[in-house]
């Protein structure tokens, strides 16, 4: 029996190797390819001799990363909150009153979860035209937000129906407390480990959006930083230095972000689909 486990050890622990391979590789081309010299065509699994770290500060001034950067920013950031404040606010009501009309508003928002977003995007570009929306934040802002929040509700009604008490709330109730007070002094509180999970599901694919953005966000100056690097690259395909640097670059954010937050990830992921 023991030599069994031990079998099925070594077996997981490989496979957990071989994909962490299959992730680190292509990372370690990035940044092997950053930091050579422009020009420098060698082997992209040979580690330069020479760092150029000058490649980044070119790759930010040439592909404008800065004005790309800071729209990129303000979309995720108020997207995320907006994310946060309004799916908790709705998935609370849902998740604690299991009445017909609830359990039928809930079923809409999981059945939207499996619809394609591109299969709107027809439709939503002519009605973001004629309201005159295009190339504004706030299209970015509350496209991303539609489109994430039906995830968000479910992510937070299951967390708080299989982890936080009831009995908080009676007894916080009976103390006099009523809903909001009840929501946002007893139950937000508790829900940080969903909502470090939701924030780096969202704030991911919200910085790294580009079919979205290249329909609505189309002048130059509310350009995206994905929008940024696709042009980046056509301008400069026999310079991977440069292109490979502002990649860097732009992926940075997110990293760190989930680097903060990852002991809070898996947590809220489990947690939150217990009972969903």
Known sequence: ??????????????????????????FYILVTTSLKVTGDFSSKWVFPKSIHLENFTAAWEQANLGNS????????????????????????????????LNKYVYFIFIAVMVIPPLTALVPLYKMVVNMGMMNTYQIAILN??????PLTIFLY???????????LEEAARIDGAGTLTIFFKIVF????????????????????????????????EMHTLTVTLASFFAENQNNLSLVGAAAIIAMLPMTI???????YFIAGLSSGSVKG
Not at 1 to 26: E, Q, S
């Open 69 to 100: 950067f800071v729209n990129t920013f303000i979309i995720t950031f108020v997207s995320a909150i907006l994310l946060i404040f309004l799916g908790s606010m709705a998935a609370y009501p849902l998740a604690r009153r299991q009445t017909k």
């Open 189 to 220: 509180p508790l829900l940080k480990p969903v909502t470090a999970s939701i924030l780096i599901i969202a704030s991911v694919y919200i910085w790294n959006d580009y079919q979205f953005a290249i329909f609505f966000l189309q002048d130059k």
């Open 144 to 149: 991303n937000v539609a489109a994430f929040l």
């Open 257 to 263: 972000l989930f680097l903060v937050l990852q002991k």
């Open 157 to 167: 009604a299951g967390f708080i129906r299989s982890t936080i008490s009831k009995e």
């Open 1 to 26: 029996m023991d030599y069994t486990n031990k079998r099925k050890k070594r077996l997981f622990t490989f496979l957990a190797l071989c994909i962490t391979l299959v992730h680190i590789v292509p």
